[in-house]
């Protein structure tokens, strides 16, 4: 397996493991408000992890394996193979994230929690795929956890769907790829302050979505964080006032960057991006009015 399928941090006695889904090249334009490829490349610290020389952002979609406390704890599931996303780059997905979890010591019937950090489409894909023409949990030894306020926000979306339409995630994410969940009877919700285990919680860092969390990890007095959302790409630790065109409160969602970063100062802190690109995890520094993203192997 390449490195940039997975990598492995130590924080005290829990391990963090990234298995990437895919790289996902775009036009800044496409996912953030009002950036464009000569704005990127105005932040030359961002190349050449997480902007190409033509100003395009280095996106990567991946999942993490937390091993903490006896357990082993997949945080997020990407996109997943075999779903209806037209119109996005989603649509009809093959990809071999599963082949790669396994190479990578962990087989679905291995893992023992599912954290959703949010319900988005590139989030939860993989809580299911697809047998005999049905939808069912692809780690059926797995309790699945999701934030209740995340949770009732989008039942609600879907519930005011007359034709069974409108929202992505209302519609067709939820219907294919989180119901199942609940359906099995393999769903949990919690407050997005629940404690996982001794070394894993949740925070709530609202904004990209009502429930939004992060994921917090503490052991043998070391510290990361896994983002989630709240940060798409390391140009918003610069210009925190940057969201995407997902986000449903911008303002929110700018509220709570600001008080990350300003939390997360230092390198005390190993902060694992979500969708970042290369080396995935570094810490926060005071750059001017704004922050650097500073990666760490």
Request: include cysteine; proline fraction near 5%; glycine fraction near 10%.
């Amino acid at each position: 397996m390449s490195d940039t399928e997975f990598r492995v941090w130590t924080i005290g006695d829990v391990r963090v493991t990234r298995v990437q889904e895919m790289m996902l090249p775009i036009d800044p334009g496409f996912l953030l408000v009002d950036v464009t490829r000569e704005r990127a490349l105005g932040h030359d610290w961002l190349r050449p992890h997480f902007v190409a020389e033509d100003g395009s952002l280095n996106l990567s979609i991946h999942a993490f394996v937390l091993e903490a406390g006896g357990k082993r704890i997949l945080v997020d599931t990407c996109v997943g193979n075999a779903k209806e996303r037209p119109d996005t780059p989603f649509h009809h997905l093959d990809t071999g994230f599963i082949r790669d979890l396994e190479a990578a010591g962990f087989a679905p019937e291995s893992i023992d929690l599912v954290l959703c950090t949010h319900m988005h489409v590139d989030h939860v894909g993989w809580n299911t795929r697809l047998v005999d023409g049905k939808w069912v949990p692809t780690f059926p030894n797995a309790r699945y956890l999701f934030a209740r306020k995340e949770w009732e926000h989008w039942s609600a979306e879907a519930a005011g769907e007359a034709d069974g339409g409108g929202d992505l995630h209302a519609g067709a994410v939820l219907g294919d790829s989180v119901r199942p969940i609940f359906e099995a009877g393999l769903a949990d919700l919690v407050e997005t302050t629940h404690q996982v285990c001794t070394e894993v919680s949740l925070e709530p860092t609202h904004g990209h979505t009502p429930g939004h969390v992060s994921v917090r990890i503490k052991s043998g007095g070391a510290e990361a964080v896994i983002t989630g959302d709240m940060i798409h790409h390391p140009i918003q630790c610069a210009e925190p006032q940057i969201c995407t065109h997902f986000c449903t409160s911008a303002e929110d969602a700018e509220a709570t960057r600001r008080r990350f970063f300003k939390a997360q100062e230092g390198d005390r802190i190993l902060v694992l991006g979500t969708h970042f690109a290369g080396p995935s995890g570094g810490h926060i520094h005071r750059d001017g009015e704004g922050w650097r993203f500073v990666p760490v192997s």
